[in-house]
């Protein structure tokens, strides 16, 4: 049997994805704060039907914590890092409506920084942005923070730019390209 090492990294990309999932609609269910001790009692509980023991438990949020997905704070409380925000942005992008406003992000990232380039273009996308032209992108939804913490996790907050507008000049444009992608 061979395994292919791209596939393998997909899969763990997978598992990471849906384990910082659960723990997202677990703390999100228990007011966004919860305690390492109620999480791992709360994932136990709700892996139950799975079969997932306590320890496999305790060694997941311990190789979320050691891969720096996750990171325990004063009082025991359980965080998620920008890594793990980047992993699930999609969730966090879930419950934002539109509020009548754009938001634009322009970007000039150079080519010796391709791979963050390309990281950062799948982030906006997944947070719901629509390409309006070569490097200008726009969203209705209010997604600053998370544009903020995709730059700053692939290391290229210097080259964007982000703005918010009532009103443009191409405002028929952008109703367009928003509406035409959804």
């Excluded at 290391?155 to 000049?169: E, G, H, L, M, Q």
Aim: net charge positive; glycine share 4%.
């Amino acid at each position: 049997m061979v395994i292919n090492p791209k596939g393998s990294k997909m899969i763990l990309g997978w598992c990471v994805e849906t384990a910082l999932g659960l723990i997202f609609d677990l703390v999100d269910s228990i007011n966004n704060k919860i305690t390492s001790s109620k999480l791992k009692d709360s994932l136990v509980e709700n892996l139950s039907d799975y079969d997932i023991s306590p320890r496999r438990v305790s060694k997941m949020l311990y190789e979320l914590k050691k891969n720096k997905y996750i990171e325990y704070r004063e009082g025991d409380s359980v965080v998620f890092t920008n890594k793990a925000k980047i992993k699930i942005i999609d969730r966090l992008v879930e419950g934002k409506n539109s509020d009548n406003k754009y938001r634009l992000v322009s970007f000039d990232i150079p080519e010796i920084f391709r791979s963050n380039r390309n990281n950062f273009r799948r982030a906006i996308k997944r947070m719901g942005f629509r390409q309006v032209q070569k490097s200008l992108w726009v969203t209705d939804r209010n997604v600053g923070n998370l544009v903020e913490i995709a730059a700053i996790e692939y290391n290229v907050s210097r080259y964007i730019a982000y703005f918010v507008s009532d009103k443009s000049n191409i405002d028929n444009h952008i109703i367009k390209v928003l509406n035409d992608e959804q």
